[in-house]
């Protein structure tokens, strides 16, 4: 199972809105509504911050949200913060029952 | 909250073995699957493994099947990846997950270094 296609790196200014892709094939983010995106501070583990396309777990702010058209999913990060500054990773359940991850994207809060 | 934590990790020469564990908490372990999912310095993380709550199916990477095996015991709330075999490529941080389509709570996690 290959990785899913991310951005390397995105960038924004305090307040604005960024978007991360998240590439995959029907097998897997096209598939499915399970895919996930987690943020990871380094040092830290990683941290869910939507499942199922764009529900958000309790406690993640509203300022995240995911959606999905054909095999491209999304995470839009509005109102960006300081502490938004963090890797990215989305994820996906595949066809061959195990779970696939994006390379990850690294978004600096200019 | 839900509690995760690995241990077991360390530095191994090539060829050696380790056997990981995570303990689990704040959850009724033996209704939840698992995975383990590692993550190589710099890069995205790497699912390995699954096991489901009565340990009835199991799943593995390609890249592990046949080296690791995943194990739980419900009782002490504990699961378990014996690794053999380990290669240089090896080398990462290991974590435990709790989930089947979407990995929700994760441990802190336990390095694993392969090296002479």
């Known amino acids: 199972q290959s990785a899913l296609t991310q951005p390397a790196s995105v960038s924004g200014s305090p307040g604005q809105s960024i978007t991360i892709s998240c590439t995959g094939t029907?097998?897997?983010?096209?598939?499915?509504?399970?895919v996930s995106w987690y943020q990871q501070h380094p040092g830290k583990a990683p941290k869910l911050m939507v499942y199922?396309?764009?529900n958000r777990p309790s406690g993640v702010s509203n300022r995240f949200s995911g959606s999905k058209s054909g095999n491209t999913a999304s995470l839009t990060i509005s109102g960006l913060q300081a502490e938004d500054e963090a890797d990215y990773y989305c994820s996906s359940y595949t066809s061959t029952n195990t779970l696939v991850f994006g390379g990850g994207t690294k978004l600096t809060v200019l | 909250e839900v509690q995760l934590v690995e241990s077991g990790g360390g530095l191994v020469q090539p060829g050696g073995s380790l056997r990981l564990s995570c303990a689990a908490s704040q959850f009724t372990f033996s209704s939840y699957s698992m995975n383990w999912v590692r993550q190589a310095p710099g890069r995205g993380p790497e699912w390995l493994s699954y096991i489901s709550g009565g340990s009835r199916t199991i799943y593995y990477a390609d890249s592990v099947k046949g080296r690791f095996t995943i194990s739980r015991d419900n009782a002490n709330n504990l699961l378990f990846l014996q690794m053999n075999s380990l290669r240089a490529e090896d080398t990462a941080v290991y974590y435990c997950?709790?989930?089947?389509?979407?990995?929700?709570?994760w441990g802190q996690g336990t390095l694993v270094t392969v090296s002479s």
């Open positions: 029907s097998s897997d983010v096209g598939g499915y509504n399970y």
């Open positions: 199922d396309v764009s």
């Open positions: 997950a709790r989930g089947v389509v979407t990995a929700d709570y």
